[in-house]
């Protein structure tokens, strides 16, 4: 089999049982409040993503907006594989690159995931929430990106170790950078022995560093947070947009 494909495929196991792990986790934890939205409560890792989902008022803009996304992906790609090929793209130049399409592909996932349980009569919420909108560290990783994950970073861990919040800090991080680990670099490893294993730790506990040094020397300068946000999020990304990661994503040329 491909070597792609086999990455693609240890990787959605390792999501599999990683998705697992943090639901009986979340679990076993008192819940905050009813959880009535059975079918979703098993797919989201924490009880505050499933009470933030919302009722179906119209089927066809879940249809629509899955269509649309999934075109979305098919355009992206056929346009970075001919950037690829023409101009023999290579290195950290298809980080870059790829890092749109990484999030078009998972917005495209909750999209279609979505559909699947439009039944139920609820919406999935929202992975994402405008990311490219950030106005600072925290804001990029608090409240933008996968708020899936971070409603079981704060529902597990953070929320009972609000005494020490610069240690509930780089733990988050440092689990997040964890789960990336096993989930794509170890497999790869495995699979090829080449090794990549600490570049996704490393890029993740660049992030809370960055988010205190804005808290310390930034505040009251919106426009330098932003700046310095995006220094911090976009610049080191090829640590997590590494070789492994892109071909998962079947975006690595041979």
Same mark, same amino acid.
């Given at each position: 089999?491909?070597?792609?494909?086999?990455?693609?495929?240890?990787?959605?196991?390792?999501?599999?049982?990683?998705?697992?792990?943090?639901?009986?986790?979340?679990?076993?934890?008192?819940?905050?409040?009813?959880?009535?939205?059975?079918?979703?409560?098993?797919?989201?890792?924490?009880?505050?993503?499933?009470?933030?989902?919302?009722?179906?008022?119209?089927?066809?803009?879940?249809?629509?907006?899955?269509?649309?996304?999934?075109?979305?992906?098919?355009?992206?790609?056929?346009?970075?594989?001919?950037?690829?090929?023409?101009?023999?793209?290579?290195?950290?130049?298809?980080?870059?690159?790829?890092?749109?399409?990484?999030?078009?592909?998972?917005?495209?996932? #909750?999209?279609?995931?979505? +559909? %699947? @349980?439009?039944? $139920? !009569?609820? &919406?999935?919420?929202?992975?994402?929430?405008? =990311?490219?909108?950030?106005?600072?560290?925290?804001?990029?990783?608090?409240?933008?990106?996968?708020?899936?994950?971070?409603?079981?970073?704060?529902?597990?861990?953070?929320?009972?170790?609000?005494?020490?919040? #610069?240690?509930?800090?780089? +733990? %988050? @991080?440092?689990? $997040? !950078?964890? &789960?990336?680990?096993?989930?794509?670099?170890? =497999?790869?490893?495995?699979?090829?022995?080449?090794?990549?294993?600490?570049?996704?730790?490393?890029?993740?506990?660049?992030?809370?560093?960055?988010?205190?040094?804005?808290?310390?020397?930034?505040?009251?300068?919106?426009?330098?947070?932003? +700046?310095?946000?995006?220094?911090?999020?976009?610049?080191?990304?090829?640590?997590?947009?590494?070789?492994?990661?892109?071909?998962?994503?079947?975006?690595?040329?041979?």
């Amino acid at each position: 089999m491909n070597p792609d494909w086999q990455m693609t495929k240890l990787f959605l196991l390792a999501l599999a049982v990683m998705g697992l792990v943090m639901k009986l986790a979340a679990l076993l934890l008192p819940a905050k409040g009813p959880i009535e939205r059975r079918a979703m409560s098993w797919v989201l890792v924490s009880p505050d993503s499933v009470l933030r989902s919302q009722r179906v008022t119209s089927v066809w803009p879940v249809v629509l907006r899955a269509l649309l996304l999934s075109g979305a992906v098919v355009v992206s790609y056929w346009v970075y594989w001919q950037l690829v090929t023409r101009f023999q793209l290579r290195g950290i130049l298809l980080s870059y690159l790829a890092g749109p399409i990484l999030l078009l592909v998972m917005e495209a996932f #909750v999209a279609l995931e979505s +559909l %699947i @349980f439009l039944p $139920s !009569g609820y &919406l999935l919420p929202a992975l994402h929430h405008r =990311p490219l909108a950030a106005r600072s560290v925290a804001d990029f990783w608090g409240n933008r990106w996968n708020r899936w994950f971070n409603d079981w970073f704060r529902y597990v861990l953070f929320g009972r170790m609000r005494g020490r919040p #610069v240690f509930a800090l780089f +733990l %988050i @991080f440092a689990v $997040s !950078g964890l &789960l990336h680990e096993w989930g794509i670099n170890f =497999p790869f490893y495995w699979l090829t022995g080449k090794n990549l294993l600490g570049t996704m730790m490393l890029y993740f506990l660049l992030q809370p560093a960055g988010i205190l040094i804005e808290r310390r020397f930034l505040k009251g300068h919106p426009r330098a947070m932003v +700046l310095f946000a995006w220094l911090m999020v976009y610049v080191p990304s090829p640590l997590v947009l590494n070789e492994a990661m892109l071909r998962v994503v079947h975006l690595w040329p041979e």
